[in-house]
């Protein structure tokens, strides 16, 4: 492939959208992705994002806003987990496993129950970053301000509850107030991420790039930047090579993923004695 | 007596923990500038009782004060300094022990200043620039010791501290102990090693069938000895027992 091609494929309006858009899904997905995955919850990304296609089908089926019925969903579901941990004495996985398959089945359902126009299903559970719109867009600023706002504001807090929630009490974190926006802002970030790559991968956004960068982290402060990195870098290449050969663009990103995580998983990721 | 003469003080604490009694109405108060070894039997509520303290589980009923004002959140903060068992924290988290321990600090400038010293009390400055999966259980407790003096609290709570220290290690944490008691600091000492209390305990709270015995070393040891040799609940309930059961301060 040569310069002038790229230039033409970047003269395309929809791939400018998509890089775009790319762009911040990945810088978002690696932010909070490294809380998600620091505190073992890649089970409870997996659940929130099967859960927001009931969100998404309900508002085809009533003709309201889809993305904000998504929303509604998934925060439901993020405050409802946590809500149930602390108070439920069955395991959180089985209270997730319970939540994400009903609503998931719901979803599906209230889809083909849907009169009239609706988008194929498959948009939404496979992602399509090359068909993503300007309004799709501006909702993935609107959260990338919203999580770098958290993030300004609580970082320590985020920080101190994830690494030790007992410590981050005893020096007056509001620790239950930190899981509950943690899991809002995993939530909100999750839906505006199911253009990209859809409800089924979705989770491997949050939980690939911070993997990786975990295994070869020196400190904590190359966490996120190093994981906004690989993010960023994983799904640009994604998307020109699903463009270029043809093949799906989520399904593809995430195929970055796994590559470029394997290739630091074989040389950091196994102790040699 | 004036309220602050206590540092800490409850009032028929009560906690369970899935249904099981963990401590049964529990009345005790600890003096400001005290120096208290906890001890009792594993599973006889010792670390419960820290955290019902601290208000890190919820407690079924009582009331528990810290110099004088109920444990919120804010009061705790201010006042208390814990040092955990070393097993809580998931050990490949990727942070160093720099970061960890100024997750503690606001005046960083004064903050850096006093770890510095703390760390060479206890001869381990060294490990500031590791990851905490590069430390020892020796040095991870080293690190938690710290971690529980950054803010110079008033009382420091230590939960079984020594259980992953060599003897030099433990000396200089007594010293360290020591030297912050006679500051003024109160310190709450989590402990079922029998040489340590007999070594270093003035004063023993002694923790067994979910109430609270509290008294003087030589008391308390005689009955714990005891115990442990032979548990039996005429030991500790008979007509030879301490001279107060579930509430009352022999020495005090």
């Known amino acids: 492939m040569d310069n002038i091609d790229i230039v033409e494929i970047l003269k395309l309006e929809f791939m400018q ?3 775009i858009g790319g762009f911040v899904v990945a810088m978002i997905t690696a932010m909070i992705g490294v809380f998600v995955t620091l505190r073992k919850e890649a089970f409870i990304g997996d659940g929130i994002s099967h859960a927001s296609l009931a969100g998404i089908a309900l508002g085809f089926f009533i003709s309201v806003a889809p993305f904000w019925m998504a929303v509604a969903v998934a925060v439901f579901m993020a405050v409802g987990i946590t809500f149930l941990q602390k ?21 599906i359902v209230i889809f083909n129950l849907t009169p009239g126009y609706r988008p194929e299903i498959s948009t939404y559970l496979f992602g399509s970053i090359l068909s993503i719109t300007w309004a799709d867009i501006f909702y993935a600023f609107g959260v990338a301000f919203l ?3 958290s993030f300004a504001l609580f970082y320590r807090q985020f920080l101190y509850t ?33 253009k990209v790559v859809g409800v089924i991968l979705v989770s491997a956004l949050l939980i690939i790039p911070a993997s990786a960068v975990k295994l070869i982290a020196k400190n904590f402060g190359q966490m996120i930047p190093l994981t906004v990195t690989f993010s960023i870098f994983g799904t640009m290449i994604g998307l020109f090579m699903s463009y270029i050969l043809n093949l799906p663009s989520g399904a593809t990103i995430v195929l970055v993923f796994g590559i470029i995580f394997m290739v630091v998983f074989l040389l950091k990721g196994i102790p040699r004695d | 007596m004036d309220k602050k003469n206590f540092a800490i003080e409850t009032t028929n604490l009560t906690v369970s ?100 010293e703390h ?44 259980s992953n220290l060599d003897t030099a290690s433990h000396r200089d944490l007594y010293l360290l102990l020591e030297n912050l008691n006679e500051r003024g600091k109160t310190i709450i000492f989590i402990s079922h090693d029998l040489n340590v209390v007999n070594k270093f305990a003035s004063k023993v709270l002694y923790l067994y069938e979910h109430e609270v015995v509290t008294g003087d070393r030589e008391s308390i040891l005689s009955q714990y000895r005891d115990l442990f040799d032979n548990r039996s609940d005429s030991n500790i309930h008979g007509s030879n027992h301490i001279n107060y059961k579930n509430h009352k301060n022999t020495d005090g």
């Open chain 1, 162 to 194: 994830t690494l030790d929630s007992e410590a981050a009490y005893l020096r007056n974190v509001k620790v239950r107030l930190m899981n509950y926006l943690i899991r809002i802002l995993t939530a909100i970030v999750i839906v505006v991420s199911i």
């Open chain 2, 17 to 116: 923990i899935n249904g099981n009694s963990i401590l049964n109405s529990v009345n005790l108060s600890i003096d400001t500038g005290g120096f208290v070894f906890v001890v009792g039997p594993n599973g006889s509520g010792k670390s419960t009782l820290v955290k019902a303290i601290m208000g890190l589980i919820d407690i079924d009923g009582g009331e528990v004060k810290v110099f004088g004002e109920k444990n919120t959140q804010k009061n705790i903060a201010s006042n208390i300094g814990y040092v955990p068992q070393y097993v809580g924290l998931d050990r490949e988290f990727p942070i160093t022990v720099e970061e960890m321990i100024n997750l503690e600090c606001e005046d960083k400038g004064k903050c850096h200043k006093e770890i510095g």
């Open chain 2, 119 to 162: 760390f060479e009390y206890l001869d381990s400055h060294y490990l500031l620039k590791r990851k905490i999966n590069q430390l020892s259980g020796g040095e991870m407790q080293k690190v938690l010791i710290v971690r529980g003096l950054v803010k110079n609290p008033e009382i420091l709570i230590l939960d079984e501290p020594t």
């Open chain 1, 17 to 19: 959208r998509a890089i």
């Open chain 1, 147 to 149: 999580v770098i706002l």
């Open chain 1, 87 to 107: 108070r439920s004495t069955l395991s959180s996985d089985s209270i997730i496993g319970v939540f994400f398959t009903l609503l998931f089945a719901l979803g």
